[in-house]
């Protein structure tokens, strides 16, 4: 691809939409013209300029010139909404937002993030009332609230066929889409950015800690590959508020967001030999090793992804929330063993930490209350603060569970699919 190339692809476009003869442009300020020719102001006019990081990336004076249409041509239509977007964010940000020549400019700013799980059982059409909510859940855990992934269910299937077609045949979207779209979207740092996602797909980490693991300096140009990896969705920096201090944590650990990257550079990738030669065409998935304990760990980075909709149900009142982010306490006891704890999520007000633990498994065993009651023994708290234990689940609840009165709040996953209904 050249700019020659983009420049002739938007010339088919002008002239597609306007009805008009192709034309040929020698540079951007001439193509903006031409646009500018057919902008009618009797009416009101939309223009999108989509991916317009692919538009602007082989003409590294795409920026200024953009600015210059705007205006020498852009600005003096009244009636002209002027929107540009695209699937790469950081060149956005960078050539576009950052930039102080755009400063003023710019009427709104929006970033498109993945759709509510209340949103999305939609995609399952009129079969949503008969399906059960651990399928749309399982298939959730994989896909996330991705529309373009979301479009591909076919609800005549259960969730593991629906997976098994997406993920493990060849011709799966998911199975070919990392490919197509995240190398490309990566750019000059695509190695590097694949390698922070493979890493931090065995747990979250700091940035000294990735610098180390990847023998990267621990520097600025380190900081802005993480910040851009941030900014396009894939990972986030879970610092919260650090429960002993009620200050921010000094430490903020990034953690693997995207479900559908982990699941691909996690159980995709290592298997794509098998996937190409069809082993999976014919197999169970639930027979395959690991499968319960893999979608328990797609699930527990769903509900965390969607953490503020656990909010309604923690009857917070009218207490201001601090701080909804993941917990991990390091510390070892005095006989050597790890004497620290992981939280799910830990959500803190100014007088409650509510410890939020999230499981899926087929049974919801009483043994689920002394795993959280260790963890709030080992849980650092400041003076003045109640804690109050959560469980978030998908699965069948013992009875004795709700009986004990252990947790505070009790929330099926399938809630969160019904709380805009």
Sequence with gaps: MTNDDQLAGFAESLARETSTPIHTFKNWLDAFFWLDQKIDDTKRTVVVLDEISWMGNYDKNFPAVLRKAWERYFHR????????????????????LDNTGFAGRFSRDYVLSELKLSDCAAFWGEAAGRVMAREMLDVLSVTGGVPRYLEEI??????????????????????????????????????????????????????????????????????????????????????GINPETGK???????????????????????????IELGTYRYVSLESLPGWSSILGLQFENLIVNNAMDLLPFLHLGNAIVESVAPYRHVRKGRDGKPGGCQIDLLVQTARTAYVVEVKRRREIAPSIESEVEQKIRRLPLRAGLSVRPVLVYDGDLAPSVEGTGFFDAIIPAARLLEQAQ
């Design 77 to 96: 239509h009244e009636k002209l909404i002027l929107v540009v977007c695209g699937s790469v964010s950081a060149w956005i940000k960078h050539n576009l």
């Design 154 to 239: 076919d609800p005549g299937l259960d969730a593991n066929e629906n997976i098994r077609r997406l993920c493990f045949m060849k011709s799966g979207v998911l199975y070919t889409d990392f490919d197509a779209i995240f190398n490309p979207l990566f750019g000059e740092e695509n190695e590097t950015k694949k390698d922070i996602l493979r890493l931090l797909g065995e747990g979250p980490l700091a940035g000294t800690e990735i610098a180390a693991r990847l023998g990267l300096m621990r520097n600025g140009h380190l900081s802005e590959v993480l910040r851009a990896l941030c900014e396009g969705g894939f990972i986030s920096d879970d610092a």
């Design 248 to 274: 921010p944590c000094r430490l903020a650990r990034y953690r693997l967001r995207d479900n559908y990257t982990r699941f691909y550079l996690k159980y995709i990738e290592p298997h794509r030999r098998e």
